[in-house]
């Protein structure tokens, strides 16, 4: 695994098979920690980071709310809602499940270079 060739969706992709690898004991919150801190560092030295990617997920939910992204993950993760930001084991497993399909969509269409937001 040569993490310096890959592209953000080939690594991503690689921290989704195994994210405990990443931040330890795997929760919905550490992975938005982590992705958080991704796009950080990313931003702080040139490269495009999660730019676009809220309101890319506005665009994929159909509707502006007032969440930051992790809420929006959360909104098209669980369209019946939650409960004060305390998830169920399987609530966690759908929004960690889901997020991930959501920044692989996010990652090709900006490597395509559609632009859909």
Known sequence: MDLMSMSERE???NV???PGMFVGQVTVARLESFLGGYD???QRHGGPGLDGWREWLVARRGRECNHAWPG?????????GWHHWQLSPEQEERVMAVLFALLDDFLAEREAGIHTV
Do not use: F, I, T
Request: glycine share 0%; hydrophobic share 55%; proline share 6%.
């Open 72 to 80: 929006l993950v959360r909104h098209l993760a669980l369209p019946d």
């Open 16 to 18: 989704a098979k195994r």
């Open 11 to 13: 690594y991503w992709a």
């Open 40 to 42: 950080a560092h990313a």
